[in-house]
């Protein structure tokens, strides 16, 4: 039961980080040094609701979900954890308000694990992009 766990825990975070990646990958170059705080919420919730979608689904508990959640954003941006840990002290209390990109992300990571064609994976990943030019334009 226990390999079970681990081989769930591996398979959440071997998708999240795949999913991200594509997901930065298609949005504006220099995000990553941005240091507008609209955009930083915007990418660690859109990363957030997509580790937690991705948790849920295969049904890790919540333990086993923030721990998941935690490594996923250190390495995926190349965070410190005590700068993670700061965005995660956050994002629950967001994820209640329904912060936007926190729920587009949960449903981007699902529509591109059921995606049967590299155009439907395509969309999924590149609503950060649309996340990000929205927050452009405001």
Known sequence: MHKGH???VEGV???SLQFLAEAIGLCPAGLESSTNPDIAYAVVGFQYG???SAAY???LGQESSVAVVEEVIIRINGMERETSS???AVLPTLAKKEYPPISIGGRAIISYYNSTT???KL?????LREILRQIDEA
């Open 123 to 127: 969309t999924a990943a590149s609503s």
């Open 57 to 59: 689904v295969a049904g």
């Open 6 to 8: 681990e081989d769930k």
């Open 118 to 120: 590299d155009e439907e």
């Open 50 to 52: 997509a580790v937690q």
């Open 13 to 15: 975070t071997k998708l």
């Open 86 to 88: 700061r965005f995660l």
